[in-house]
T-cell receptor
């Protein structure tokens, strides 16, 4: 079946450090891929997305590239800020599953000043 | 911007009570979803709906039911609340059956005593 695996957290970084959160997926076809972010006390917000191989999604300084050959969609940011502290979820969507999303477990990021 | 509104941010109920969680979206989306979020388990889909009066089971429907009498409103019902249903509940909506992403509400933190 379809699944998403994220790197285990929590992740703690200092301000201005480089961030990578790994995400790999298993799928029978070619899904669309997403990163969602959940700030404390809030629901999930879409951070970025990619719909086909080699697409790069980007937003707020975050980037992720859809790598079909490694079935990965790693999230990166060159210089994190304290305000980036949140839980990050990787997700996939396949049309064969209707509108259902399959989420990873989430990765808690804490950025210290 | 799409707005998904959950009726309560925090709710405390007693074991055995019938509990209603309400969700309203304002963008005429066809699809609506209920998830629960627990530490280490990510988001798990409880029920979803593609249209008024239609519902489909997600991955963990036991102990829950749903109601969708109007397109904009999707209710989650805990028939007889139990302590293992203490969790964060998230509602989401998306435009059509094959289009993502999903838009989330801010969540309801439910405690069953």
């Amino acid at each position: 079946g379809n699944s998403v695996t994220q790197m285990e957290g929590p992740v703690t970084l200092s301000e201005e450090a480089f961030l990578t959160i790994n995400c790999t997926y298993t799928a029978t076809g070619y899904p669309s891929l997403f990163w969602y972010v959940q700030y404390p006390g809030e629901g999930l917000q879409l951070l970025l997305k990619a719909t086909k191989a080699d697409d790069k999604g980007s937003n707020k300084g975050f980037e992720a590239t859809y790598r079909k050959e490694t079935t990965s969609f790693h999230l990166e940011k060159g210089s994190v800020q304290v305000s980036d502290s949140a839980v990050y979820f990787c997700a996939q969507h396949q049309e064969t599953s209707g509108s259902r999303l399959t989420f990873g477990e989430g990765t808690q990021l804490t950025v210290n000043p | 911007d799409v707005k998904v509104t959950q009726s309560s941010r925090y709710l405390v109920k007693r074991t055995g009570e019938k509990v209603f969680l309400e969700c309203v979206q304002d963008m005429d989306h066809e699809n609506m979803f209920w998830y629960r979020q627990d530490p280490g388990l990510g988001l798990r889909l409880i029920y979803f709906s593609y249209d008024v009066k239609m519902k489909e089971k997600g991955d963990i429907p036991e102990g829950y039911s749903v109601s969708r009498e109007k397109k904009e409103r999707f209710s989650l019902i805990l028939e007889s609340a139990s302590t293992n249903q203490t969790s964060m509940y998230l509602c989401a909506s998306s435009p059509t059956r094959f289009v993502s992403p999903q838009h989330f509400g801010d969540g309801t933190r439910l405690s069953i005593l």
